[in-house]
């Protein structure tokens, strides 16, 4: 005889029920009631009367154990890493700034950070002559101390910043840069001497 769909419906539903049964709590979706909880998890609540005031007396809640009562509720920001410059090659500068003002060694400088963003970073290299790569993050301004690297007089610069490609002058010391609105970068001006 061949079950019908109410029987196998039926057998369907007893398994179900019989799996839940055995499985316990927090199986099949079920989530775990606070009473199966352990106890040392949650913080003691004191047993002390009402005061006069009808407020408590004494400590209401102790702090879970292994936590310190003089500890913040939150951690203060993270900090950034220290900016630094390796002076052989590739020339690598790698700079985390929350300001223009802070210490930033190497041939490349943060000029000015995105507008409403906290922190910026850039990283250069010098990968192989006359190139010159810089990808930045939250930067609007940035200034490259052309001058600083080892070029070849006979052969073309190129800077590749953010994945964008350009070719530079020679005839000037520093180049600073700006992004635009689009993401792109455009040379504001070239200079013969640091000029912020």
Known sequence: MRPTYGDTRR????????WAALAGPGVGGCSRSPQDEPLKQRPAISTTAPGPGGGLTGTAVEPPSGQRRDQPASRPASTLPASSYDPNPPYTVRLNVSSPDDDQPGWLRILQIDEGRPAASATGVFPEQNLIEVDTQNVRRIRVHVAHLPLSAHRRIVL??????MELSRRH????????????WTVLRQVDRSAD
């Open 11 to 18: 057998t369907t539903l007893v398994f179900m029920a019989s």
């Open 173 to 184: 010391e520093f180049l600073q840069l700006e992004r635009l609105k689009t993401g792109e």
């Open 160 to 165: 590749r910043i953010d994945g964008q490609g």
